[in-house]
């Protein structure tokens, strides 16, 4: 009985590395996420600490028990395990594979240390808190190309606080949501970064953050938006990662080329209208709007001083998504004014 339970463990034993390495490799070199490599690193570490555990209750090594040639197992495949369609299913099998190695390793487990099995178990709870990060970022793009309305919040030009605010806009359907705090330090902004990234993510929406791409990897925001005077994208892109967003403000046709050009996801086309929050910036007008709405290669939203009087007029003129920022936040009830921008703009766009 020991040495088929040897075989079992040895078995899962290899099986668990093999799908850690695969995932990591997809975090580390599709992904580009230094974050999810490193989580995936440390699992492979505490999966080597829990083998030791159970190496060290057995007379010799786990290795000693393999018998790769009287395998029975090792002739059956499934034509489905011939042909993967794309990385993200190589890692999407690998990962799945791998839980189930560890369920074994830990029921099997129980019969030799209860330490192990536990130190298994929490592997296979870590892996599940991993999993929706590691893919969730494969249909960023999607969301983003088929979104309409994106909510930038300041907690100063709000109407309550800022995680109200999100908790609101989540509600009344926000595509996406900003975290636009310039004028918080790295500290308070990273905490306030993490509470709003799982008011978006338990709610499906796309959380931005402005600026702060450093900040951007750490909480594993969906994306960092730039404004004209902010790092490069290429230089954003060495931190976020490739599967990250990355937004670039833009005020005339040659900057949407170049945006497109350095390998920025989307744009913002304005601020059609002068607005408070960009006073420095002269308002490019319902031309660029036109543009944009016949000639952008990105997905793009019309900002500045969109409100209920000025929507429709850049509607008309052929936005199909635009970013709204005080006449969402500032507002008495922020899910009913929410909703009223999406439906109107929804209502009059053909999508």
Known sequence: MESQLGRILDANRNRANE??????????F??????????LKS????LRMAVAELDGKLPEGLENFRDTYGDVGTGVTLQTESARENAQSVAKASVKRLQESLRVLEEYGKTISTEAAVKFERLRYDLY?????LFARNDVRQKLKD??????????????DALTVAREAVAGGADLIQMREKNLEDNDFYQQALAMRDICHDGGTLFILNDRP?????VNADGVHLGQGDLPVNLARRIVGQGCL???STSCPERAEAAWRDGADYIGVGPVYETNTKQHRAAVGLEYVRYAANEAKLPYFCIGSIDRETLPGVLDAGAR???????????????????????????????
């Open 43 to 46: 699992l492979r570490h505490g």
């Open 147 to 160: 979104a309409c309305l994106y909510v930038l919040i300041t907690e100063s030009l709000s109407s309550t």
């Open 321 to 351: 998504a635009v970013a709204v920022c005080t006449a969402i936040i500032g507002a008495k009830d922020i899910a009913a004014e929410t909703a009223w921008f999406k439906e109107t703009i929804l209502r009059n766009v053909t999508r």
């Open 214 to 218: 450093h900040i951007a990897a750490l």
């Open 30 to 39: 599709v992904l580009d996420s230094k974050p999810l490599t490193e989580k």
């Open 19 to 28: 799908g850690l390495r695969v995932a990591e490799e997809y975090a580390r």
């Open 129 to 133: 808190e991993i999993e929706p990060a």
């Open 246 to 248: 990355i937004g670039k």
